[in-house]
């Protein structure tokens, strides 16, 4: 060893030099970033050269439910249908409001005396299109729309639509999304996917059948105007206990369909397309007392709820960002950590996969936080951690927008909201465990301090 070291002293005095010099230096660099708990903030990480590095968990949040906003339900890619008493937040109701249209122009029934049956075919959206109590057993209404649709038009998520109040047709039982049923036509034989088959009544037989003497299958515009469209609504009287459950529906899809059945062997499909026939979703509400407070005015909350198909959404103020925001601060890092109310979920009650957190204006309409839009989705976050029963958000850009803003003697620090996102047709629902000091919810800030 000693003899290696002598032949190879003279290669090697240079490199040792270095290493003894970067260890000294890094010595001096341990030594100057000792922690200065007089400094302002939670936790100093570090002190260099005049730059102080703040870990702060302190900043007091304070959280509430307030309702959701009505959405525009007229693009979705799937429809709710059914009833959920949820014994947290209450009773949820969600309806569909379609048309349908003909199968061709001057469309005929090629000679027949009747009609033999007539059928509405809901096709579910995939095999895990429900929440809630799969074994519950439902009991669907049909009945005729009486106001016309237009596709321009915009419907949302509150809009009661005018109905005959003559019922035609009924269906009752579960939402079965793994069954699938095999249909017979004459000598043909055909398997459809899963999807509620409502059969509808001898008044509708009646009326439909009548249209080609009438002259309602001359054109679309006129089928329409004689057959505005339907609503189709969950009337099931759900006991105390019962948690009922909400399905999903695909309108555009050949199985979605009123199919009529002539002549023995003959089927006419009159099909909702969501492209050309306004498809829209109802929502209704009657929620536990005390739930809901109205933003701006909310006392905080240590329990909050947030549930989709326009339910609620927690409202989440700063009321103690203005103490922190200095001419000289930086925003390094600033993560929202939000946890599940432990015992809060279960198979019935599952848990939204994801959800969106955005900013809110003087007269709390949503803004959009820029750490979503620059950084991307996988930055910004808001999946659930499944492992820690979890949801997390990075809003770095918003606050140090808050904070930039403080600067310039502007307060535009008008809170938070945290929903289930519009993209997204699911009825699920998630109790926030929001109580402070307890860690439960926290705002993680790391900034810089510029001396």
């Not at 959405?71 to 309806?95: C, H, M, Q, R, W």
């Not at 004459?186 to 088959?197: E, M, V």
């Not at 997390?392 to 809170?415: C, D, P, S, T, W």
């Not at 945290?418 to 900034?447: H, M």
Request: charged fraction near 20%; include cysteine.
């Amino acid at each position: 060893m000693w003899m290696f070291t002598l032949t190879c002293m003279t290669h090697c005095f240079s490199a040792r030099t270095k290493f003894l010099l970067a260890a000294l230096i890094s010595l001096q660099f341990i030594s100057s970033c000792k922690k200065d708990l007089n400094s302002v903030g939670a936790e100093i990480i570090g002190v260099r050269n005049g730059f102080a590095t703040v870990f702060d968990t302190t900043m007091s949040l304070n959280t509430y439910t307030v309702e959701m906003d009505t959405v525009n339900t007229g693009s979705f890619l799937s429809y709710a249908i059914g009833k959920l008493n949820d014994p947290e937040t209450g009773i949820s109701e969600a309806s569909l409001n379609f048309q349908y249209n003909l199968p061709a122009n001057n469309f005929s029934w090629e000679g027949a005396t009747k009609l033999d049956s007539v059928v509405l075919q809901l096709r579910y959206r995939d095999l895990t299109a429900l929440y809630g109590d799969k074994d519950q057993v439902h009991t669907l209404k049909v009945y005729a729309l009486d106001e016309d649709l237009n596709i321009d038009s915009s419907y949302y998520s509150n809009r009661e639509f005018k109905v005959k109040p003559t019922e035609y047709g009924s269906w009752t039982g579960k939402f079965n999304l793994n069954d699938t049923l095999e249909l017979k036509l004459g000598s043909s034989t055909f398997r459809l996917p899963p999807h509620i088959r409502i059969k509808m009544n001898a008044n509708f037989e009646s009326l439909l059948f009548g249209a080609e003497s009438r002259g309602e299958f001359s054109s679309s515009s006129n089928f329409k105007t004689a057959f505005k469209g339907f609503k189709v609504v969950d009337e099931t009287n759900l006991s105390g206990s019962e948690a009922g459950a909400i399905a999903y529906i695909r309108f555009n899809t050949d199985v979605t369909a009123l199919t009529a059945y002539y002549k023995d062997t003959l089927a006419a499909d009159f099909n909702v397309v969501s492209l050309s026939e306004v498809t829209t979703n109802t929502y209704k509400f009657n929620r536990k007392p005390g739930l809901i407070q109205k933003s701006f005015q909310g006392t905080h909350r240590d329990t909050c709820y947030v549930q989709g198909i326009g339910g609620t959404k927690v409202r989440i103020e700063l009321p103690e960002l203005a103490k922190t925001a200095k001419p000289n601060l930086a925003i390094n890092g600033a993560e929202l950590v939000l946890n599940v109310l432990a015992g809060s979920n279960s198979t019935t009650w599952g848990l939204p996969g994801k959800l969106q957190l955005v900013g809110s204006d003087s007269l709390g309409r949503n803004i959009f936080i820029k750490d979503l839009a620059i950084e991307g989705a996988a930055y910004y976050g808001g999946l659930l951690n499944t492992s820690y029963n979890q949801y997390r958000f990075n809003i770095a850009r918003h606050m140090q927008y808050l904070i930039n803003e403080y600067k310039q003697n502007r307060n535009v620090n008008y809170g938070l909201y945290l929903f289930v996102p519009f993209s997204e047709t699911s009825a699920s629902r998630v109790l926030l465990d929001t109580r402070k000091n307890s860690g439960a919810i926290k705002l993680k800030l790391t900034y810089t301090v510029i001396n």
